[in-house]
C-alpha cells in the first residue's frame, strides 16, 4: 500500500524560472493539502483540494502560487517566476475523507531558487 | 486564526528516561490534536492524535493528554530510545481542512 508520493525530491531553480511540484496521494484518498516548510519552522498550510476542485487556498500567496488537482493524475503546486524566498521544503498530505481527519505526509520537495 | 504555541524548542533526556512536549491552541472550537514525528530529509509522520472528546490516550510507550478547559495538550514518551530522536511537532484543527502545526521540538536521547 503506497504511501503519498511526491516528486521531484529535490528541485534547483534559478531566480525567474517556474517550479512544478506534484503529488500523488495514498491510494483511495481524495482529499490533498500542501505545506510549506522553512528551515526550523512547522508546516504552513497553503491549499486543500479535492478533485477539480479547490477547497480552501486561503494559505496560498497571492501571487506566483497556484495548484491544481486534475480528474486524473497527480496534483500539481506551481511556483512562478520563483524568488529566493520560495527556498523551502513543500510537503503534500493526503486524506481519505472528510477534513478533520488524520492526514498522511509525502517525503516532500526541497526546492533550492538559486 | 488558530495559533498553537510548543514548548520546548530542545529537548534531550537520558535513554530510558521520560520525554514531555507541551502546546497550547488558542481556538476552543479546535477538535482534532495530531502529533507529528518528522526525521532528518523526511516527511512528517502521525504518530498519535486526540480528539476533543478524549482526555487521555495512550499507544505503547506514547500518551497524550488533552485539557480542554485550559487548551494544553501534552505528549509523553516514556522510557526513550535513540531511535525516538527527531523533531516533533503537535498541531490543531477544527474539524475544517487545515491543520495548525507548533514550531516543534527537537528531542535528542543521550546515550
Known amino acids: 500500500n503506497a504511501g503519498v508520493m511526491q516528486n521531484p525530491r529535490h528541485l534547483v531553480r534559478r531566480r525567474g524560472q517556474e517550479a512544478r511540484l506534484r503529488c500523488s496521494p495514498m491510494?483511495?484518498?481524495?482529499?490533498v493539502y500542501w505545506y510549506r516548510q522553512l528551515p526550523e519552522e512547522g508546516l504552513k498550510f497553503m491549499v486543500y483540494l479535492q478533485k477539480e476542485n479547490i477547497i480552501d487556498e486561503s494559505g496560498m500567496p497571492k501571487e506566483r502560487f497556484s495548484a491544481e488537482f486534475p480528474k486524473e493524475g497527480p496534483s500539481i503546486l506551481r511556483i512562478q517566476q520563483v524568488v529566493r524566498g520560495d527556498s523551502a521544503a513543500y510537503f503534500c498530505a493526503s486524506s481519505p475523507q472528510t477534513p478533520g481527519y488524520e492526514q498522511y505526509f509525502g517525503p516532500g520537495t526541497r526546492l533550492t531558487v538559486t | 486564526g488558530e495559533n498553537v504555541e510548543q514548548h520546548p524548542s530542545t529537548l534531550s533526556v537520558q535513554e530510558g528516561d521520560s520525554a514531555v512536549i507541551k502546546c497550547t491552541y488558542s481556538?476552543?472550537?479546535?477538535?482534532?490534536f495530531p502529533w507529528y514525528k518528522q526525521e532528518l530529509g523526511k516527511g512528517p509522520q502521525l504518530i498519535i492524535d486526540i480528539r476533543s472528546n478524549v482526555g487521555e490516550k495512550k499507544d505503547q510507550r506514547i500518551a497524550v493528554t488533552l485539557n480542554k478547559t485550559a487548551k494544553h495538550f501534552s505528549l509523553h514518551i516514556t522510557e526513550t530510545q535513540p531511535e525516538d530522536s527527531a523533531v516533533y511537532f503537535c498541531?490543531?484543527?477544527?474539524?475544517?481542512?487545515?491543520?495548525?502545526f507548533g514550531k516543534g521540538t527537537r528531542l535528542h536521547i543521550l546515550p
Open positions: 498541531a490543531a484543527s477544527m474539524g475544517d481542512d487545515k491543520i495548525i
Open positions: 491510494k483511495g484518498h481524495s482529499h
Open positions: 481556538d476552543s472550537a479546535s477538535n482534532y
